[in-house]
């Protein structure tokens, strides 16, 4: 009771006096928070390294494709429009790489830690959508490939 006293005498702020580990939950949250955005940007890397080596092995069999001679009574996939679709392709993956770093730079701006959560859970949900279109995209360019 005589430090509380004192401390009130002194001018110490009520919160230091309340709670003393007030600073060392704010450096743990801002650590979680941190990890959190890293675990993000690794996935994005990770998602971003798949893409580049499914793009680049659909781009061999396109050419593969283009380059095989045809055989009779067998139609030959339309490789300029797989390739326009391909490269299509690869320009959404790097419009969408862009976007989610500056998502991931506004995340980090933010001062709301509940909004920053929020923001940070939506963009990995948005990037596991990504994940399915673009596998989906690829998909059905192998299936064309294939007839």
Do not use: C, Y
Request: aromatic letters at 2%; zero cysteines.
């Amino acid at each position: 009771m005589a430090a509380l006293g004192l401390a009130l005498l002194i001018g110490v702020p009520a919160a230091a006096q309340v709670d003393p580990f007030a600073d060392i939950q704010q450096r743990q949250n801002q650590f979680r928070q941190q990890q959190q955005l890293d675990e993000i940007r690794r996935n994005q890397q990770i998602h971003q390294l798949r893409s580049q080596q499914e793009i680049n092995q659909l781009q061999q069999q396109i050419d593969q494709t283009r380059n095989r001679p045809a055989e009779q009574n067998q139609p030959q996939p339309d490789t300029g429009r797989l390739q326009q679709q391909l490269n299509q392709l690869q320009n959404e993956e790097q419009l969408k790489h862009v976007e989610r770093e500056q998502w991931l730079i506004q995340i980090q701006r933010d001062l709301d830690r509940l909004r920053r959560e929020r923001q940070a859970k939506e963009l990995q949900r948005q990037q596991q959508i990504d994940e399915l279109q673009r596998r989906q995209k690829i998909n059905d360019i192998e299936q064309e490939l294939k007839k």
